[in-house]
């Protein structure tokens, strides 16, 4: 990942908690990153335009070394796995020295299905907020390509979308599953000492 702006962009309600982990997260469809970065120079407009852009937060701890790195070393993966309940999340993690943030990804989320299905080679744009008292944000390009999301099409295709209310009713477990250390293993050569999760809440 490369660090390609730092900026007070508050597109989330954070936490009031002291160092929080738990956070919410937003997916921007084309249309709306070009409305949310209207303001921007015509330069990172253009940049931006026609690709998609997660929105999360960690940790004002997390923060100051995510941008101290400066996106130098920052690594990335996307995986997914299915539920006990039949459903299936997408996690796209990030890590920088023992820091790791978890986006997590509902596959019945139908913004996360019309993700998954233009998937191109284009490069995933992730934005962070700082989640402490100085508003901030950090915006990334991502080593990871849309078309890296593809594999986890045909896991979103075979839901049965019949039984969305027993994903609800899992959804808690799930989440708490996602803030455990060890459920990712390390993308460096560093054990992870801390996990912020960002969660696309689940939508009908």
């Known amino acids: 990942m490369k660090k390609s702006t730092v900026d007070t962009f508050p597109f989330l309600t954070l936490s009031t908690k002291k160092r929080p982990r738990l956070h919410t997260a937003v997916l921007l469809n084309p249309v709306e990153v070009n409305v949310a970065f209207k303001d921007y120079p015509s330069e ?3 940049k931006l335009k026609g690709l998609w852009m ?4 960690v940790n004002e701890e997390m923060y100051s070394a995510f941008k101290a790195n400066a996106g130098i070393d920052i690594a990335a993966q996307f995986s997914a796995f299915p539920t006990p309940a039949g459903a299936a999340y997408g996690v796209v993690t990030c890590q920088v020295g023992p820091h790791q943030h978890r986006f997590v990804l509902p596959m019945f989320n139908q913004k996360v299905v019309e993700l998954l299905a ?5 490069s995933l744009n992730i934005y962070l907020e700082s989640a402490g008292e100085l ?3 950090m915006l990334y390009d991502c080593r990871l390509t849309l078309k890296q999301f593809m594999p ?3 896991m979103s295709r075979a839901l049965d979308h019949r039984k969305q209310k027993d994903f609800v009713r899992e959804f808690p477990s799930v989440i708490s599953e ?3 250390l ?3 293993p390390s993308l460096n050569s560093e054990e992870v000492c801390g996990v912020d999760v960002s969660v696309l809440m689940p939508q009908d």
């Not at 997660?54 to 937060?57: D, H, I, Q, R």
């Not at 233009?118 to 284009?122: G, I, L, R, V």
């Open 44 to 46: 990172a407009r253009h």
């Open 54 to 57: 997660l929105v999360g937060a």
């Open 118 to 122: 233009s998937a191109t080679k284009e």
């Open 135 to 137: 508003r901030e944000g």
């Open 152 to 154: 986890a099409r045909a």
């Open 178 to 180: 996602m803030l455990t």
């Open 182 to 184: 060890d459920l990712m």
